[in-house]
C-alpha cells in the first residue's frame, strides 16, 4: 500500500508538472468542469452559493454607488452656493453684520497662489425684499462679478439664460435704475411659485438701511437645486449692485470664495492658506484682518449627515459578505458530502489531507469566481441604466435629488471583488477541514 501511495504522489506531481499546474488545482477544474455528472444535491446548491455571491456582490455595487453619487451631489450643491472656502473680514465671523474687505487685484493674485487654489471669485451680500402687487418675500441677494464661475447655475438652470455679470455699474452710461432700465436678477424656482414670477418679468426689491431703497430687477433666469434652505434665501445678481446697497466703494465686497483642485485636501490647503497669510501678512490694503472658513466649517450639520452615510454602507458591506460566505460554506459542505468517496479513494491512493482541502477551495474559488461576474453584471447594469434613464426617483424635497444619483469608482469596485474573494475563502477554511474527518474504509460504503 506504501508503494501504491507513493507512486500515486510522483504521478500525480509529475501530471502536474506536464499541466503547469498544481494538483488541486487540477482535480478542482476537473471537478468543476464535470457539469454533465453533478449529482442532483450538489448541482442546486452551486447555483445558489453563485447567486449568493453575485446577490451579495450586486447589492454592494449598487449601494457604493448610489451612496457615493448621493454625497457628491449634495457636496457640490452646497459649495455650488458656498464655495470651497470663503476668505471674509475676520469681524464678519459669526454676525449677520456684513463688514467688507478690499479685493483688489493684488489680493486677488495672492489667493490664486496659494498652491492647490484653482479659482478666485468675488462676491458681496446684502439683505433686501422681493416685492410683487400681490406677495413679497424676504431673501439674501448675492451679487457676483465677471470671474464668478457659472457652471453650478447652468447645471441647475431650469428656466431663461443667465446674464453677464458685472463688477461696476451693469447699466450703459450710468443710467439711472427703473422699470425701463432694471438690473439682472437669478432667482430660485421656489421664489418664482411664491411670487408668481417667470422670466422676463419686472419685479422690485426694497433694501433697509438709513433710507428705504426701490430697485427695479429683470428676472432673467430660474434655478433649482431642491435645497430648500438655498433656493428660499439666494438670489443672484451683479456684484456692483449688491456692493453699493451696502454702501461700499470701489473693490469693497464681502469676501472672495475659493475653489480647491481636489476636495479630499480641503482641509491641508485651507491649514496651507492660513499659513501663507500669517508669514506673508493677513491683511487687505485697507487693513481689515481676514479669516479663512471651509465649506464644512460653515454647514456642519450638512456635512455631519453625509458622513453618517459610511456607517450604512459599511453594515451593509457586512451583511452582504455575511451572505456570500454563509451560502458559500453550505454549498461547500454539501459538495464536500456528496464527494466523500472521492475523498477516500484519494486517501486510500496517498492524498494528504491538505491537498484534498485546497482541491474543495480551488473549487470554491470557482464557484466565487462565477458568482463575481454575475454581480459586477447586475450591479454595474443596473447603475449604468440608472444614470441613463433615471428610471428610480426620489421626492426631492425630502432627498433634495429628484433621482437616484449614482456613481460609478472602478477602483472601488475592483477593491470590492477582491475583498469578497478573501473574504469568502477565508469563510471556508474551517468548512473545509471536514475532509480530514473522513476514513477512507468507511468512505467506501458511504451512500
Not at 472656502?85 to 493674485?109: A, C, H, K, Y
Not at 464661475?149 to 458685472?166: A, I, R, W, Y
Not at 459599511?314 to 475523498?343: C, D, K, N
Not at 464557484?367 to 449604468?384: A, P, Y
Amino acid at each position: 500500500m506504501r508503494l501504491i501511495r507513493e507512486e500515486w504522489r510522483v504521478r500525480s506531481y509529475k501530471l502536474g508538472v506536464e499541466l503547469g499546474v498544481n494538483f488541486p488545482l487540477f482535480i478542482a477544474r476537473h471537478l468543476y468542469g464535470q457539469t454533465a455528472d453533478r449529482k442532483k444535491v450538489s448541482r442546486p446548491a452551486i447555483r445558489i452559493a453563485t447567486a449568493g455571491v453575485a446577490i451579495g456582490l450586486a447589492v454592494m455595487i449598487i449601494t457604493v454607488a448610489v451612496v457615493m453619487g448621493f454625497k457628491t451631489t449634495i457636496r457640490d450643491k452646497v459649495t455650488g452656493f458656498g464655495s470651497h472656502i470663503q476668505v471674509i473680514n475676520v469681524r464678519s465671523v459669526g454676525t449677520t453684520v456684513g463688514f467688507p474687505v478690499e479685493m483688489n487685484d493684488s489680493l486677488m493674485q495672492r489667493l490664486r497662489a496659494v498652491p492647490g487654489i484653482r479659482h478666485v471669485e468675488r462676491y458681496a451680500t446684502t439683505q433686501g425684499i422681493l416685492k410683487t402687487d400681490d406677495d413679497f418675500l424676504g431673501v439674501m441677494f448675492k451679487g457676483v462679478g465677471p470671474e464668478y464661475d457659472t457652471s453650478f447655475l447652468s447645471e441647475n438652470l431650469v428656466e431663461g439664460q443667465l446674464p453677464t455679470f458685472h463688477d461696476g455699474n451693469p447699466l450703459p452710461g450710468g443710467q439711472a435704475n427703473s422699470e425701463e432700465n432694471p438690473y439682472q436678477l437669478v432667482i430660485s424656482k421656489l421664489m418664482a411659485q411664491k411670487l408668481r414670477l417667470k422670466v422676463g418679468d419686472i419685479v422690485y426689491a426694497y433694501f433697509i438701511g438709513e433710507h428705504v431703497t426701490r430697485l427695479a430687477f429683470h428676472v432673467s433666469a430660474v434655478y433649482q437645486t431642491n435645497m430648500k434652505r438655498f433656493d428660499d434665501l439666494f438670489c443672484i445678481t451683479d456684484l456692483w449692485v449688491a456692493a453699493r446697497r451696502n454702501g461700499w466703494k470701489g473693490k469693497e465686497c464681502s469676501g472672495a470664495e475659493l475653489l480647491v483642485d481636489n476636495f479630499d485636501n480641503l482641509k491641508q490647503i485651507d491649514d496651507r492658506l492660513t499659513e501663507s497669510f500669517f508669514t506673508q501678512g493677513r491683511l487687505d490694503s485697507a487693513g481689515n484682518t481676514l479669516s479663512s472658513s471651509t465649506i464644512q466649517q460653515l454647514y456642519p450639520s450638512v456635512f455631519q449627515w453625509l458622513d453618517l452615510l459610511d456607517i450604512n454602507v459599511w453594515i451593509i458591506l457586512a451583511l452582504m459578505v455575511a451572505l456570500a460566505g454563509f451560502t458559500m460554506i453550505s454549498g461547500l459542505l454539501i459538495i464536500i458530502l456528496e464527494r466523500t468517496q472521492m475523498i477516500g479513494v484519494l486517501k486510500a491512493l496517498g492524498a494528504r489531507n491538505t491537498a484534498i482541502r485546497h482541491t474543495f477551495l480551488w473549487f470554491a474559488v470557482f464557484i466565487i469566481g462565477r458568482g463575481l461576474l454575475w454581480g459586477n453584471i447586475i450591479g454595474i447594469g443596473l447603475v449604468l441604466l440608472q444614470k441613463a434613464t433615471g428610471f428610480v426617483t426620489l421626492d426631492p424635497q425630502t432627498y433634495y435629488v429628484s433621482q437616484a444619483p449614482v456613481l460609478l469608482n472602478i477602483p472601488l469596485i475592483l477593491l470590492l471583488n477582491v475583498a469578497t474573494l478573501i473574504v469568502s475563502v477565508l469563510f471556508l477554511v474551517g468548512p473545509s477541514y471536514l475532509v480530514a474527518r473522513i476514513h477512507p474504509a468507511r468512505s467506501m460504503r458511504y451512500e
